[in-house]
């Protein structure tokens, strides 16, 4: 059986794990301790070498990046599209993932966690919100017309996409600007795993706050 090795705090480990629960594949699930550094020990290092989660153990077969489990995880499953178009919307919305999505999390969520000086902190999650409004306003149009990201069909893109944009509530986003992807993320909740996703990042967040502040 696969072993996923993540922490619920880490937006990449989320899409995993909500596939996991989503789905019902057979994988373990283990959580790394990330503010002990256990990431970095060198029992997980000489397993996985870029020392970071999640990642994916196999038997004798590790890896890591979000998209690679995922897309393992997956295999054989109907969610994943066999015909040329489909495959190629996927992959065009991974790419788009890496290079634009993920901004929610380097731009703004990071704030959150690594910045201390709180008027700092207000001046960077500001500036981050202004630099993916573009992106945030392009999604509002596509979710006016489509149910999800790659249409009207949920797919391995909403797994990734989802938690990347749902955690904005940690800096009080406001979603009232953007109703149709406040919209997009309601009908998620009616997909199995999503609910439970959202409520296991909570609880994580609520520990490693507590364990941030008392490190203080």
């Known amino acids: ?13 989320r899409s995993i794990q909500w596939f996991i629960d989503f789905s019902g594949v057979d994988c373990e699930v283990k ?21 970071q989660v999640p990642s994916l153990e196999d038997g004798d077969f590790c890896f890591g990046e979000s998209i690679a489990i ?3 995880l997956a295999d054989g499953n109907d969610i994943v599209p066999t015909d040329k178009k489909g495959k190629a919307r996927l992959q065009e919305y991974f790419g788009r ?21 709180a008027d700092e902190k207000k001046k960077k999650i500001a500036a981050g919100i ?9 999604f509002e149009a596509h979710f006016e017309k489509n149910k999800f990201v790659l249409g009207d069909t949920l797919s391995l893109a909403d797994f990734m996409f989802a938690p990347e944009v749902d955690q904005l509530f940690m800096v009080e986003y406001d979603f009232k600007t953007y109703k149709n992807v406040g919209a997009y993320i309601e009908r ?3 997909v199995k795993g999503y609910t439970k996703m959202r409520e296991d990042m909570s609880e994580a967040l ?11």
Do not use: W
């Open 1 to 13: 059986m696969p072993t996923l090795h993540g922490h619920p705090v880490s937006q990449p480990c």
């Open 31 to 51: 959580t790394v301790d990330l503010l002990s550094g256990a990431h970095k020990a060198p029992e997980f290092v000489a397993k996985f070498p870029n020392g």
């Open 70 to 72: 995922l897309q393992y």
């Open 97 to 117: 993932h890496l290079s634009q999505v993920r901004k929610f999390s380097t731009e703004i969520i990071r704030h959150v966690f690594f910045e201390k000086d």
């Open 130 to 138: 202004e630099s993916t409004k573009a992106m945030m306003d392009s």
């Open 188 to 190: 998620l909740k009616e």
């Open 206 to 216: 609520k520990v490693m706050t507590a364990k941030m502040a008392a490190k203080q």
